[in-house]
């Protein structure tokens, strides 16, 4: 069966300083993957996508990048932190063989950035 | 207008009670329609997927898709406890495996079922 990792579950960090976070998924190939975030008191809001390796695409323009540099590794980036970037960011994967794949999420990392 | 809209709640009822949550949406080209389970500090949990306008059925869990009306509904029979969590309804234009899955969400109903 297919499993997805986000680390670190928690993480609070000053402005200003770099961030990533990182997420892997086990028991398939060639996954689409995608970074959320979820604001309090607010819906999921997609990120990033990716459709391969290297492949990124970008949703929203902000203060953060990503990037996969493996078929099932995914990571969330930010050279400095703002307090806006405080959040709880989601991974997820779908199957890209599968035209009618639901999407499956990781557990997520709450950042606080004080 | 959002483009998917949550009744808000917060919900709550006894133990054994029939819940009823939804979502209307106004983009006609939504195809596929999710229910998720969240619970406090964890990541979303698919509870239901559908791509077509009926109810689909698992357990305890009815499912219902009126793509005329553009109205999503999940029920709850003989809820329990363990359901208390917030449910979030998803849909999107594309299947998640084609090249841009993007889901819509909802804003989210906590629902607590109290003993």
């Known amino acids: 069966s297919q499993t997805i990792h986000q680390w670190p579950a928690t993480l609070v960090q000053p402005v200003g300083s770099p961030l990533s976070l990182e997420c892997t998924v086990e028991g398939t190939s060639n996954p689409n993957l995608y970074w959320y975030r979820q604001a309090a008191g607010r819906g999921l809001q997609l990120l990033f996508y990716s459709v391969g390796i290297g492949q990124i695409s970008s949703e929203v323009p902000q203060n953060l990048s990503a990037s996969r540099p493996q078929d099932r590794q995914f990571i969330l980036s930010s050279k400095k932190l703002l307090l806006s970037d405080s959040g709880f960011y989601l991974c997820?994967?779908?199957?890209?063989?599968?035209?009618?794949?639901?999407?499956?999420f990781g557990n997520g990392t709450r950042l606080t950035v004080t | 207008q959002k483009e998917v809209e949550q009744d808000p709640g917060p919900l709550s009822v006894p133990e054994g009670a029939i819940v009823s949550l939804n979502c209307t949406y106004s983009n006609s080209a939504f195809q596929y329609f999710m229910w998720y389970r969240q619970y406090s500090r964890k990541g979303p949990e698919l509870l239901m997927y559908t791509y077509s306008s009926g109810n689909k059925e698992d357990g305890r869990f009815t499912a219902q898709v009126d793509k005329s009306s553009k109205y999503i509904s999940l029920f709850i029979r003989d809820s329990q406890p363990s359901d208390s969590a917030t449910y979030l309804c998803a849909m999107s234009e594309l299947g998640g495996g084609t090249s841009y899955g993007k889901l819509t969400f909802g804003q989210g109903t906590i629902l607590t079922v109290h003993p």
């Open positions: 997820a994967w779908s199957d890209r063989q599968r035209y009618n794949s639901p999407l499956h």
